[in-house]
């Protein structure tokens, strides 16, 4: 995984959710404003202290936490 060092945790900014660069901008707001069909433009007009990499990582971010991850089977658990 690249280096996401634009996303940031902090107990004392809004619960210590993933945010932007310590900002009260959750990944989840700007992955949540793309998935509506907003473009990067209209997210920066939305949000002007954001800046276009700020979305990039956040969208990184939330594609790395939706991984899946196979876990293989016992022969125990096949059978059963």
């Given at each position: 995984?690249?280096?996401?060092?634009?996303?940031?945790?902090?107990?004392?900014?809004?619960?210590?959710?993933?945010?932007?660069?310590?900002?009260?901008?959750?990944?989840?707001?700007?992955v949540g404003l793309v998935a509506s069909g907003y473009s990067n433009t209209d997210i920066l007009k939305a949000y002007p202290y954001l800046e276009e990499e700020d979305i990039y990582q956040a969208l990184s971010y939330a594609a790395w936490r939706v991984q899946e991850v196979e876990v293989p089977l016992t022969a125990n658990e096949i059978s059963d």
């Open positions: 995984m690249q280096n996401l060092n634009r996303i940031t945790f902090d107990p004392q900014i809004m619960g210590g959710k993933a945010c932007i660069r310590g900002m009260r901008v959750t990944v989840s707001t700007v």
